[in-house]
């Protein structure tokens, strides 16, 4: 069964104590199944984030929900490779030992390089350092003592405790193939935010193609896809709420969509499955098709609707996801 997520709202002009405490408490009692954050250290909005460039610490974040949630999966989409992985390996530990276990840990490259310079990281090692810091992880959570060394970072007769009370899945997020590659290759799972439906159609056979390649059953990654959700009591209400430009530029990743057969990402149909927009009746069918392609997860991202989202978080709640369940 599709597990339903939620996108906390920790980042931006609507942030606040209520929205990300108060009102998951209430998602949780509603059906939401797991609660999600993002991961910046040096953030600018998007367009269609608005300008206020508050972004509260993924882990404060999730240790506070750990604090007043009972049973929900709690997940990073996705940390950046910016902090030492012996720390990574601890904060994980603790929200495991705070949450009972249900911890995921979404892992990414970031793009931003002022993230990495403020962190004391050079962009170029992005990616030794995510191969790295996944290596160290694995060693922390398992190991007794963790000795380890490799081309940025050496470890030596170091014990991390408390150790994870259950196992913490590794998932990676980017939504390139080269992606889709380090996914399967460094992970147990892929995560690649929000996509076109074409695009996620496409990738999912890449996958397909490198789990066969390097022996594995395509059952053993799981799937988490985050689109962007518009709930209204009018399919014209929702659908005006979407800055259609803005969105189709939002990702880094956009350089690596299929193209439409329109040539361009121009309308709301363009978006599809990256953007789902419209009624509780027409939300629930366009989440269907992404569920129908063997989707493990959907995490509902409401930031369309930060203005307004305890209302939007209800009426999903109340009106698709139990039609989901």
Known sequence: MTRI????????????KETILDLSVEAEQLGYQSFWVRDHLVWEPHGMEGSNNTFLDPFITLASLAAV???????????????WPLKLAQNFSSLSFLNNGNIVAGIGLGANPLEFAAAGFAADDREQIFIETVEILHKAWNDEVVEYSGE?????DVTIRPKPVEDIPIIYGGSSPAAVRRAVRHTVGWYPGRLPIDTLKARLEYLEVQTEKLERRRDTMNIIIQPLVVIGDTTM?????????????????????????SGGFETINDLRGLVVAGTSDEVLEQLEEIISLGIDE???????QFDRYPEAMRKFGHEVLPRLK
């Open 5 to 16: 997520g939620l996108l906390v709202p920790h980042f931006g002009e609507f942030a606040s």
């Open 69 to 83: 949630l009972t049973d929900s999966v709690l997940g990073t989409g996705v940390i950046i490779p910016t902090r």
């Open 237 to 261: 209400e929702a659908v005006e709420r979407v800055p259609i430009e803005e969105v189709a530029h939002s990702s880094e990743g956009a350089k690596f969509w299929k193209t439409p057969a």
């Open 298 to 304: 959907i995490i509902v991202d409401l930031r369309l």
């Open 152 to 156: 940025i970072f050496n470890i030596s």
